[in-house]
């Protein structure tokens, strides 16, 4: 069983910056892979980014193109925790930023692959 909650979120400025953090519980969480997942109003849950566990594929990373040389995920094992660094952001980056977490190891870009959800934290961009 594995617990998630993401801090972080808020409002800022086209072209600023925001890291999400994604605290765990449970001592194996190093062997789930984790990911970020975002939902604007009115649109369906989408893939940002996943980061595979340390026992497959080396903490192996992926992104959605939208996002791909702007954001970064990273884990800190030790911490249980998971980051997502988001640069350069838009308006459209703007929506509910999840975090989730689970032993699959393949289709991992899509949100009903995993069984642990964060609550979420809003990200809102201005233009």
């Known amino acids: 069983q594995v617990q998630l909650v993401e801090s972080g979120g808020g409002l800022v400025q086209a072209g600023g910056s925001l890291r999400l953090s994604c605290a765990a519980s449970?001592?194996?969480?190093?062997?789930?892979?984790a990911a970020w997942f975002r939902q604007a109003p009115g649109k369906e849950r989408e893939f940002v980014a996943f980061?595979?566990?340390?026992?497959?594929?080396?903490?192996?990373?992926y992104y959605a193109t939208s996002v791909k040389g702007r954001f970064a995920i990273a884990r800190d094992n030790a911490k249980n925790l998971v980051y997502l660094q988001m640069n350069t952001l838009n308006p459209e980056d703007t929506a509910v930023y999840y975090c989730?977490?689970?032993?699959?190891?393949?289709?991992?870009?899509?949100?009903?692959?995993?069984?642990?959800w964060g609550q979420g934290t809003q990200v809102t961009v201005s233009s």
């Open positions: 449970g001592r194996t969480f190093s062997t789930y892979t």
């Open positions: 980061i595979t566990s340390s026992t497959s594929s080396s903490g192996y990373t």
């Open positions: 989730a977490a689970d032993h699959a190891t393949s289709t991992l870009t899509t949100p009903s692959r995993y069984d642990y």
